[in-house]
């Protein structure tokens, strides 16, 4: 078992019991105690739990968001190389939806298709494909948060819920064999999943950090994602656990 995995089962044990202790978690995994005390430690360091005496319990911080403006530096080049490479499966024509985030911004910039029509409910992306020729725009409006310049709630999602699109590209808090999409805002969660549900195809954009995490809010299962593109530094045999849940795979070179 892969230490993603095993760290995504982890935290499913921690969400069904509360605490979990590192003996148990040992022999369950038929691991050492060391992997086990590394694996919990990297997980508190994503804020996912919380170490205790003998075992861990679950952080309430699953719930913890970063903002947009401590996400846009974060893994630049890593983004910039996914979103060039989501921008290339866009084609001419096509009419898309574009989910608010730092990934999904970094798909703007390298759109080349022409007459394309784009549905978002990102302030950001919206400013910049009013840059770009032959780019209809269509802003779904809604509540705006401030922690993620995203527009959320009932009015987006009523507005999403009238269109159809051919491709839809998603952000992601967090991606896992078990928990599938997730991410720390319930309210995002419901517009995100609305995206989902009106396009053809769904492709999630991600850089490598958001494997193997799990946030407070379910978006959907992975049954419900047809390509995940993500940066290289994802470890092969991981992505293959995706592969063989039917989503077609794509990293940078």
Not at 59 to 64: E, H, L, P, S, Y
Not at 109 to 127: F, P, Q
Not at 151 to 178: E, Q, S
């Amino acid at each position: 078992m892969f230490p993603e995995e095993r760290k995504s089962k982890i935290l499913d044990s921690l969400n069904k019991y509360g605490k979990v202790k590192v003996c148990d978690l040992s022999q369950l995994y038929e691991v050492s105690e060391v992997t086990i005390r590394r694996d919990l430690q990297e997980m508190e360091e994503d804020e996912l739990i919380k170490r205790v005496h003998g075992g861990a319990i679950l952080n309430d911080n699953t719930k913890f968001e970063p903002t947009f403006s401590e996400k846009i530096d974060k893994f630049y080049d890593e983004k910039e190389s996914v979103g060039k490479l989501a921008a290339s499966l866009i084609e001419d024509g096509d009419t898309i939806v574009l989910d608010a985030g730092t990934t999904t911004l970094s798909i703007v910039k390298h759109i080349v298709a022409k007459n394309i029509t784009v549905l978002t409910n990102s302030l950001d992306i919206s400013y910049e494909l009013a840059k770009i020729r032959d780019v209809e725009v269509i802003v779904t409006g809604g509540t705006l948060r401030w922690e993620t310049r995203a527009m959320v709630g009932p009015v987006a999602d009523n507005t999403l819920k009238g269109f159809r699109v051919d491709k839809a590209f998603i952000g992601t808090n967090g991606i896992c064999i078990i928990n599938g999409l997730t991410t720390p805002n319930i309210n995002e969660a419901n517009t995100k999943r609305e995206m989902i549900k009106i396009a053809k195809q769904t492709i999630v954009v991600c850089d490598h950090s958001k494997f193997g995490m799990v946030s407070f809010s379910k978006i959907v299962d992975l049954d419900n994602v047809d390509i995940i593109i993500t940066d290289n530094q994802v470890e092969r045999e991981l992505l293959g656990k995706f592969e063989k849940k039917g989503v077609k795979v794509i990293t940078t070179k």
